[in-house]
């Protein structure tokens, strides 16, 4: 199978047509969101859900973040506690993911939530949002990449790693928060941080009044299940948080300031030359994979601050960085 490519800047509605054709026969279809590309079923299928595994090689005790098309489609599959209510009416549309309690028999399949009494919800922007609508179901969706590897950010990166197993691939350009959602969870009045991503923690505390607990703080219990240590795993080495190259290496930095041994690099990515850390954001997957793509052993990359985006920065580049299982 080579997968059909559809750009939705020159057909929108023949995008939205076909999609929702290749969804209702239960198979998978690539499709942009404003956070990575993703792999989106039919959430309530369990035949279609178990092609998403397969696909991409993930396991099941994985659950899937099932996107809804708006508030009052989400609240016929979860409950919602008044801090997620807040958080929702704050940033949805948009790069956050709540885990909430699954309404049971709510009609999302086991399989999406690998049986939890969890759902994690999101409400993507755009087209995403449009073919949900259109479709009438929630679709489970986890990034468009082989398990493991670094995130798609463009219909080209999902082409090149899954094109062959593939029936359609929607092009929405690429994507501009360039990173996986924030994940949290809400408990007994407490958020917790279960994945740094595109929406600031800042933002979440300035939003709610409340400190949002971060894993491996007092009251964190590991509990996004697919936070495997290794993951966004390029073939090459990762080193981090370098002040100079080794010759060879592919240098990717922040800001512009001279790195030493730099003008031996192989490459030079710059993942945003003022330093701005959204910009970085959204270069860092493409990046990766181009760097890769060179063929060099190992990819240098210069520190990034902890704040803002850089949070969600960082915690991809340790796991690229992390000894391969
Ligand atoms: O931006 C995103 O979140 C993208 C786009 C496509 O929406 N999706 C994405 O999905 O990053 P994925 O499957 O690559 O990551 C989903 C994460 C996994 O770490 C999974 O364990 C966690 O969400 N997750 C899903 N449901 C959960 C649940 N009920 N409880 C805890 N963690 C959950
Ligand atoms: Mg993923």
Redesign the pocket.
């Known amino acids: 199978m080579t997968a059909q490519i559809i750009d939705i800047t020159r057909d929108h509605d023949g995008a939205l047509a076909q999609a929702c054709a290749v969804l209702g026969d239960g198979l998978p279809v690539a499709i942009p969101?404003e956070?990575?590309?993703?792999l989106a079923a039919d959430a309530t299928n369990p035949a279609a859900i178990t092609r998403i595994y397969e696909t991409k090689g993930?396991p099941r005790f994985?659950?899937?973040?099932c996107?809804m098309s708006d508030l009052a489609m989400a609240e016929r599959y979860a409950d919602f506690d008044p801090i997620s209510r807040k958080l929702a009416e704050a940033f949805w549309p948009g790069?956050l993911?709540l885990?909430l309690p699954l309404k049971p028999e709510s009609g999302i399949h086991a399989l999406a939530?690998?049986g939890?009494d969890?759902?994690?919800i999101?409400l993507?922007k755009g087209f995403a949002s449009d073919l949900i609508r259109a479709f009438g179901k929630p679709l489970a969706?986890?990034?468009?990449n082989t398990s493991g590897k670094v995130?798609p950010t463009s219909a080209a990166h999902v082409a090149d790693d899954l094109g062959d197993k593939l029936a359609l691939i929607i092009d929405g350009g690429a994507a501009p928060v360039g990173v996986?959602?924030t994940?949290v969870?809400v408990e007994d009045g407490v958020i917790r941080l279960?994945?740094p991503?595109?929406v600031a923690v800042e933002e979440i505390e300035r939003a709610t009044g409340l400190s949002v607990i971060r894993p491996g703080g007092p009251a964190a219990i590991i509990?996004?299940?697919?936070?495997l240590a290794s993951h966004y795993a390029p073939g090459a080495a990762v080193r981090l948080n370098v002040d100079h190259v080794e010759t060879g290496e592919v240098l990717i930095r922040l800001g512009s300031a001279p790195v030493k041994g730099m003008e031996l690099a192989a490459a030079v990515f710059d993942l945003s030359p003022s330093g701005d850390l959204a910009q970085a954001a959204a270069n860092l997957f493409d990046y990766l994979k181009r760097a890769d793509a060179t063929g060099a052993a190992s990819i240098a990359v210069t520190p990034i601050p902890d704040h803002g985006l850089g949070e969600a920065i960082n915690d991809r580049l340790v796991r690229a960085a992390a000894p391969r299982e």
């Open positions: 969101t956070t990575v590309y993703g993930r994985n659950p899937l973040i996107h790069p993911t885990i939530t690998a939890l969890t759902v994690g999101r993507p969706a986890p990034s468009a995130s996986e959602s994940i969870r279960l994945r991503g595109g509990e996004a299940p697919g936070m």
